[in-house]
């Protein structure tokens, strides 16, 4: 069967660690979307990694790790990541790449780059991986499948044409060097021999597993907000980052997913510019931030500080619904903790009306939080096993999101390590 761990808000809801523990029941993992822009931090027996491209079931020896046809897949950075978790002493994973995957160009992360410096004060607040342009040129039939590689002619046939009309852009728009269609052609060759050994016909592969009983979960980057269609349009990433996607990215029937696992933060965060109604400032963010996470709120792939905010019931049971929500992974629990009272967005404000429904982006602008306060459970949760343990206004708190956001909360994140969880029979 197939099962996917997504998230329900803005990303960084802890969607790794969900999926690194998930992944001791499972055989395959896959990651189905998005590239080397958003990581993934996970800290288990051989210590704390942030992936990018990988995903998060890589620290077993069981597993499969397979990258999607959806994804950017960025080629280098895929094989440092592998290196590095190597180096750090995981065994060698077994990793395939679907043959219809496209490459992020080395010029797709320069039109990112250089994009964001003509928009100015006007930028996404990207993280330059090259992501954008990269979808850009898929949907415009321009860009290049890891299959692609293995056919010369094609290839410099399609170099050649490709830096054309790159160049005219480049010159003329950005004012900057043009690309050489021979260094270009030498890379994707140097990509070719990297990629080679781990390139299959990934659904292909997965029909197979499946009909070998076989359980493969798979990992979404980002959350319901940042999905083009569904978030916070036009500051959202350019790749669905919906279970429902995850069908189409991997290459299973969608009716083979029968578990959808939201990845609900207990507090809010986000990364990059856009609407962020629930957000908190100053001191009361900066500690929120400090002692959030693990180690603090700060990205794991830029290293920027998040944004901050208490949690959102209308963007969650939103953020939710749209993920086809069987079970609510609720994380980072512990860490709110040291509050006396626990402020909570229940609902918006917008143009003098009252709404627990999530609005489209011009009216989300306007939206002011309505907030309520829960006492704080005062102590410290971690370690504890059963949820009857939990402080009694700490299972309220989590009683009380449920409630509002309307989908069963059935398991409970009080730490980091794949151990620190607490199931609930619902
Ligand atoms: P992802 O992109 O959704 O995988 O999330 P990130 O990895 O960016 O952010 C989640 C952060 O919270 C990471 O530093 C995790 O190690 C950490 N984390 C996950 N679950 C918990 C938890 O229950 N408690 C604490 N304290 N940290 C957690």
Redesign the pocket.
Same mark, same amino acid.
């Given at each position: 069967m197939v099962k996917a761990v997504v @998230?329900a808000n803005w @990303?960084?809801? =802890? +969607? =790794? +660690?969900i !999926?690194d523990m998930l992944a001791k029941e499972a055989d395959i993992i896959v990651r189905f979307q998005g590239g080397a822009n %958003? =990581?993934? !931090?996970?800290?288990n027996n051989y210590g +704390?990694f %942030?992936l990018h491209t990988l995903p998060?079931g890589v620290f077993y020896d069981h597993t499969t790790s397979i990258i999607g046809n959806g994804v950017a897949l960025n080629i280098p950075l895929l094989f440092k990541e592998v290196q590095e978790i190597v180096s750090k002493g995981v065994p060698e994973p077994k990793i395939l790449v679907s043959d219809r995957a496209q490459i992020v160009m080395p010029y797709h992360i320069l039109f990112d780059q250089y994009e964001e410096e003509r928009l100015g004060k006007n930028s996404f607040g990207s993280t330059k991986s090259g992501i954008a342009p990269f979808y850009s040129d898929k949907y415009a039939k321009i860009g290049f499948q890891v299959s692609e590689l293995f056919d010369e002619e094609l290839l410099q046939e399609k170099v050649k044409r490709v830096c054309e009309t790159k160049n005219v852009i480049l010159e003329h728009l950005y004012h900057k060097p043009a690309i050489n269609p021979d260094e270009l052609l030498e890379t994707l060759h140097e990509y070719r021999d990297m990629v080679k050994p781990f390139v299959c016909d990934v659904s292909l592969y997965l029909h197979n597993a499946l009909k070998e009983g076989k359980e493969i979960l798979l990992e979404g980057?980002?959350g319901t907000l940042k999905d083009p269609d569904h978030g916070i349009y036009p500051m959202v990433t350019s790749s669905s980052t919906l279970a429902a996607y995850g069908a189409i990215g991997a290459g299973v029937p969608p009716y083979e997913i029968k578990q959808v696992i939201t990845?609900c +933060?207990a507090y809010s965060s986000a990364v990059g510019a856009g609407a962020f109604v629930s957000e908190i400032f100053g001191e009361e963010a900066d500690e929120l931030r400090r002692r @959030? /996470?693990? /180690?603090g709120e700060f @990205? %794991?792939t830029t290293g920027r500080p998040r944004r901050m905010g208490w949690f959102d019931c209308v963007a969650s049971k939103y953020g939710c619904r749209l993920q086809g929500t069987t079970d609510v992974a609720f !994380?980072?629990?512990?860490?709110l903790g040291y509050l006396d009272e626990i402020p909570v967005c229940t609902a918006y404000k917008v143009n003098g009306e009252i709404t627990t429904e999530f609005p489209t982006t011009a009216l989300l602008e306007k939206a002011e939080p309505v907030i309520e306060k829960l006492p704080g459970w005062k102590c410290d949760i971690r370690g504890i096993k059963n949820y009857e343990d939990l402080p009694e206004n700490c299972r309220k708190y989590i009683e009380f999101v449920e409630e509002k956001i309307g989908y069963p909360i059935t398991m409970v994140?009080? /730490?980091?390590g794949r151990d620190?969880i607490i199931y609930r029979n619902k």
């Amino acid at each position: 069967m197939v099962k996917a761990v997504v @998230g329900a808000n803005w @990303g960084d809801e =802890g +969607k =790794g +660690k969900i !999926t690194d523990m998930l992944a001791k029941e499972a055989d395959i993992i896959v990651r189905f979307q998005g590239g080397a822009n %958003a =990581g993934h !931090t996970i800290v288990n027996n051989y210590g +704390k990694f %942030a992936l990018h491209t990988l995903p998060s079931g890589v620290f077993y020896d069981h597993t499969t790790s397979i990258i999607g046809n959806g994804v950017a897949l960025n080629i280098p950075l895929l094989f440092k990541e592998v290196q590095e978790i190597v180096s750090k002493g995981v065994p060698e994973p077994k990793i395939l790449v679907s043959d219809r995957a496209q490459i992020v160009m080395p010029y797709h992360i320069l039109f990112d780059q250089y994009e964001e410096e003509r928009l100015g004060k006007n930028s996404f607040g990207s993280t330059k991986s090259g992501i954008a342009p990269f979808y850009s040129d898929k949907y415009a039939k321009i860009g290049f499948q890891v299959s692609e590689l293995f056919d010369e002619e094609l290839l410099q046939e399609k170099v050649k044409r490709v830096c054309e009309t790159k160049n005219v852009i480049l010159e003329h728009l950005y004012h900057k060097p043009a690309i050489n269609p021979d260094e270009l052609l030498e890379t994707l060759h140097e990509y070719r021999d990297m990629v080679k050994p781990f390139v299959c016909d990934v659904s292909l592969y997965l029909h197979n597993a499946l009909k070998e009983g076989k359980e493969i979960l798979l990992e979404g980057q980002l959350g319901t907000l940042k999905d083009p269609d569904h978030g916070i349009y036009p500051m959202v990433t350019s790749s669905s980052t919906l279970a429902a996607y995850g069908a189409i990215g991997a290459g299973v029937p969608p009716y083979e997913i029968k578990q959808v696992i939201t990845v609900c +933060k207990a507090y809010s965060s986000a990364v990059g510019a856009g609407a962020f109604v629930s957000e908190i400032f100053g001191e009361e963010a900066d500690e929120l931030r400090r002692r @959030g /996470g693990d /180690g603090g709120e700060f @990205g %794991a792939t830029t290293g920027r500080p998040r944004r901050m905010g208490w949690f959102d019931c209308v963007a969650s049971k939103y953020g939710c619904r749209l993920q086809g929500t069987t079970d609510v992974a609720f !994380t980072v629990l512990d860490v709110l903790g040291y509050l006396d009272e626990i402020p909570v967005c229940t609902a918006y404000k917008v143009n003098g009306e009252i709404t627990t429904e999530f609005p489209t982006t011009a009216l989300l602008e306007k939206a002011e939080p309505v907030i309520e306060k829960l006492p704080g459970w005062k102590c410290d949760i971690r370690g504890i096993k059963n949820y009857e343990d939990l402080p009694e206004n700490c299972r309220k708190y989590i009683e009380f999101v449920e409630e509002k956001i309307g989908y069963p909360i059935t398991m409970v994140s009080n /730490g980091p390590g794949r151990d620190d969880i607490i199931y609930r029979n619902k």
